[in-house]
T-cell receptor
Framework: DAGITQSPRHKVTETGTPVTLRCHQT?????MYWYRQDPGHGLRLIHY???????DKGEVSDGYSVSRSKTEDFLLTLESATSSQTSVYFC????????????FGDGTRLSIL | GNSVTQMEGPVTLSEEAFLTINCTYT??????LFWYVQYPGEGLQLLLK?????DKGSNKGFEATYRKETTSFHLEKGSVQVSDSAVYFC?????????????FGKGTKLTVNP
């Protein structure tokens, strides 16, 4: 267990509402990531962080923002949710050599109606 | 651009059968290659990796060899178990964008029957 907790695990909300997903790690790993998983697309990187207040965009960052004010927490925000953002969201961390993610959380299933 | 193509599933095998899941890639430069596994209801876990040509990654009885000449990284296991039932993802790291930016295949679902 790499000590990754995602919250909430499930959420249903309406188009146009703001949504924030939280990823919490119990160890002081530097690299954290947010991915979305959709049928037929595999996983796609939304944003990642390489330290407190240090973040960068992935391949599908439009409509999403992130913040990392503490090492252990990485927040993903949908400022105004759209139906195309219905997906399963995974947080991941890099725990060892190399900056690629080694461990993923159990996911947040988000439905935008 | 960089891309990963996996064999489409689902794949259904009997216990103790030999497993091959094909993965080919397109990339500029020299990417690192990875296999991830996702068990039902869970997030992905890194299964194995290889960072240069001819490297063999191995873990839990699974193996994959980085073949630059055929741009492939096929996953193999000699004798699968019911507990290997999962979705397997091949991925590469963008050699120009940094190893944070993995490109994933679409996944191959494996079901192993007793």
């Amino acid at each position: 267990d790499a000590g990754i907790t995602q919250s909430p695990r499930h959420k249903v909300t309406e188009t146009g509402t703001p949504v924030t997903l939280r990823c919490h790690q119990t160890e002081n790993h530097r690299y954290m990531y947010w991915y979305r998983q959709d049928p037929g697309h595999g996983l796609r990187l939304i944003h990642y962080s390489y330290g407190v207040k240090d973040t960068d965009k992935g391949e599908v960052s439009d409509g999403y923002s992130v913040s990392r004010s503490k090492t252990e927490d990485f927040l993903l925000t949908l400022e105004s949710a759209t139906s195309s953002q219905t997906s399963v969201y995974f947080c991941a961390i890099s725990t060892g050599q190399g900056r690629q993610p080694q461990h993923f959380g159990d996911g947040t299933r988000l439905s935008i109606l | 651009g960089n891309s990963v193509t996996q064999m489409e599933g689902p794949v259904t095998l009997s216990e103790e059968a030999f497993l091959t899941i094909n993965c080919t890639y397109t990339a500029t430069g020299y990417p690192s290659l990875f296999w991830y596994v996702q068990y039902p209801g869970e997030g992905l876990q890194l299964l194995l990796k290889a960072t240069k040509a001819d490297d063999k990654g191995s873990n839990k009885g699974f193996e994959a060899t980085y073949r630059k000449e055929t741009t492939s990284f096929h996953l193999e296991k000699g004798s699968v178990q019911v507990s290997d039932s999962a979705v397997y993802f091949c991925a590469l790291s963008d050699p120009q964008g940094g190893s944070e930016k993995l490109v994933f295949g679409k996944g191959t679902k494996l079901t192993v029957n007793p």
